[in-house]
């Protein structure tokens, strides 16, 4: 039998002070997490390195739960700081041309997906806009911006301010058909729906695990097909890029054929230990389970607000794990500070509310909320 998703909620303390509904900016880690980050650092108090190797051992581990959660391979999965991180090891990686286009829906996009490719304008790189009047990126847009010198796509596989969702198997396909590479910025999917990276034709994913993985800030992973590692040049190398890299007796600089290459230096063990027990805990509940959760949490929610006369987006074809709202004549600050004093974790992103629950949280929930923005709107 599988165990009843509520049965969760005693991993989440931070549930008895909020009603927090705000997964899409920054998650509540589980206990299970902080188990695991106090374990080695226990390990590391009472036993100093003794048992590195295990903690290697452990890493790798968590290197493989990181690529089934992709659908992925271990060898194509590397871990890096942050989503930016993991999206400038690939826009400075690649050998860019004077005149080669990015298509990039900019003036939607978070920063993170839209200034490592800005940054390439010295380099001779052109950014060409993907129209995005609906607030989401469509494979008509993408197709739109798409001309004879588009060297990549890059696109968020959900936005963070309206919650679309992009149709990700859609936009790799018209990019393979025009040869272009297909670049995602993951963090608002992972850990809420399924990503396959082979069956969208992703050639590169990036995403930290502070937000639906309910890992904790400063690590993540980065996805690159093994069919393009070759072409994608570390921009940062250290010891542990190299194929010997625990022998520090000789110098042997030979580069690693798969994604270890991209990382440098010393692991962050504690972020790891903690993003591989929020990796446990998401494919013991089984991301499909997580995806319908969240799909009947929102629902329940977008009923209610729509009763009060809220503006609801984005539709459920293209919604993920986030709903926006807004009732009519409010202002977004006004009633997020109300909202915030009832103790209800939230965010305000271009003019309206973003709500963004998780797994453990409660239809009665759902139901509170309403009644709070009902109460406010008296």
């Known amino acids: ?44 108090v009472y036993h100093g390195i003794s048992h590195e190797r295990g903690w290697e051992a452990h890493c790798e581990r968590i290197r493989a739960l990181a690529a089934r959660l992709l659908h992925a391979e271990s060898g194509e999965i590397a871990f890096v700081r942050n989503t930016s991180h993991g999206l400038g090891l690939v826009a400075e990686g690649l050998d860019w041309k004077p005149g080669d286009e990015v298509a990039v829906a900019s ?30 990126v469509t494979p008509e847009a993408v197709a ?30 018209l990019c393979e058909r025009a040869g272009v590479l297909f670049c ?16 969208c034709r992703i050639h590169f994913l990036s995403a930290d695990s502070h937000k639906w993985m309910l890992g904790i800030s400063g690590i993540g992973v980065l996805y690159v097909a093994k069919d393009v590692l070759p072409r994608l040049r570390p921009v940062l190398v250290g010891w ?12 042997h600089f030979e580069l690693r054929a798969d994604a270890g290459k991209f990382e440098e230096g010393s692991a962050a063990y504690p972020g790891l ?38 503006e609801v987006g984005p539709t459920p074809e293209h919604r993920a794990g986030i709903l926006t709202f807004l009732p009519p004549g409010a202002q977004a600050r ?18 309206r509310i973003r709500l963004s629950p998780h797994f453990y949280n409660l239809p009665s929930e759902m139901d509170r909320l309403v009644e709070l923005v009902r109460g406010y709107r008296a």
């Open 144 to 173: 739109q911006a798409i001309t004879s010198r588009t060297r990549l796509v890059a696109v968020s596989s959900v936005q963070f301010a309206t919650g679309y969702r992009t149709d990700l198997e859609a936009v790799g396909t």
């Open 334 to 351: 006004e009633l997020g500070a109300y909202l915030s004093e009832h103790h209800v974790a939230h965010s305000v992103r271009r003019g």
């Open 240 to 251: 542990r890029s190299t194929t010997d890299a625990w022998n520090f007796n000789r110098t």
């Open 184 to 199: 995602v910025d993951g963090i608002q999917s992972v850990g809420c729906v399924p990503v396959d990276v082979k069956k």
């Open 273 to 310: 230990y903690a993003m591989g027990a929020a990796l446990e805990l998401l494919q013991e509940v089984g991301v499909e389970n997580i995806e319908a959760r969240i799909r009947e949490l929102l629902a329940r929610l977008e009923k209610g607000l729509l009763e009060l006369g809220c």
């Open 1 to 44: 039998m599988t165990r009843p998703l509520e049965s969760y909620r005693a991993l989440f303390p931070v549930l008895q002070e909020q009603l927090y509904l705000n997964h899409a900016g920054v998650a509540p880690t589980s206990l299970r997490a902080a188990e695991a980050v106090r374990g080695w650092m226990d390990d590391l």
């Open 107 to 136: 003036s939607l996009e978070y920063p993170s997906n839209v200034y490592p490719w800005l940054h390439l304008k010295d380099r001779g790189v052109v950014v060409r806009e993907i129209q995005t009047p609906s607030g989401g």
